[in-house]
């Protein structure tokens, strides 16, 4: 097992947000988490990166307990966040963004063969690599996101709400590009609320409502579930 989350407990001060989920993510696998607003997704994405800090619970990657490190020493051991609401630099340009993903390393070689497979993702991105990233138009800031966290080559990448406020034809390109990485053997943990599309790509998916578990298996099978389809898939 790849990361694992053990009765995950956290809270925005005496507000419970998060109320002892467990969940797991083995190497290679697409795995969603889906649920409506405020059930507690992001808050389990940035408990994992470290940005925030659970009450109770363990989190472990590659079996080494990862719970209270610091954030760039998560980054350091192989997880890579892209957070909702995109938070690239738009100061900088596209290319002074993909090089802050790779703050990180010293191997150079291999940082110059990502920049060129990421480019390969999001061809827009080598035609944009001089423009300020506050430039692009929004498609292509969430491009910008993704790629940048993969400029760490990460072993797991977790995705806050990829397609949130794209128009559909740009929510098709970003779910082939998850496809892509997944085809690729890049671990995913992906979070969003677009159910229909999240549970099309996944091999496993978690519901999360009010910061419980209710539900988890097979995407798949949860997307014939008559409860999930009531619920997420407008059935």
């Not at 969603?32 to 659970?54: D, Q, Y």
């Not at 109770?56 to 760039?72: C, E, S, V, W």
């Not at 978690?206 to 995407?219: D, F, Q, R």
Request: glycine fraction near 8%; hydrophobic fraction near 40%.
């Amino acid at each position: 097992m790849l990361l694992e989350v053990e009765n995950l407990s956290v809270y925005y001060d005496s507000i419970q947000a998060l109320k002892g989920i467990s969940l797991q993510v083995d190497e290679g696998e697409l795995v969603t988490i889906v649920g409506s607003n405020g059930a507690g997704k992001t808050t389990t994405l940035l408990t994992i990166s470290g940005i925030l800090r659970p009450r109770h619970g363990t989190i472990r990657f590659q079996g080494q307990d990862i719970t209270y490190l610091a954030p760039h020493e998560i980054v350091r051991r192989g997880i890579s966040h892209c957070p909702e609401g995109r938070q690239i630099f738009t100061g900088l340009t596209v290319m002074e963004n993909l090089l802050m993903g790779a703050y990180h390393r010293r191997d150079r070689e291999r940082v110059a063969q990502d920049l060129a497979w990421v480019q390969e993702l999001f061809p827009i991105l080598a035609a944009r690599r001089r423009q300020l990233a506050g430039t692009l138009s929004g498609g292509e800031q969430q491009m910008l996101a993704i790629a940048r966290a993969l400029m760490s080559r990460p072993k797991v990448l977790l995705l806050d709400e990829p397609s949130l406020g794209l128009a559909p034809m740009l929510v098709d390109t970003i779910f082939e590009v998850i496809q892509q990485l997944r085809a690729q053997g890049v671990t995913v943990l992906l979070v969003e609320q677009n159910a229909y599309q999240a549970l099309r790509v996944a091999d496993r998916a978690y519901v999360l409502e009010t910061g419980t578990i209710k539900l988890s298996g097979p995407a798949q099978e949860l997307a014939r579930n008559e409860e999930v389809k009531k619920a997420y898939l407008g059935g």
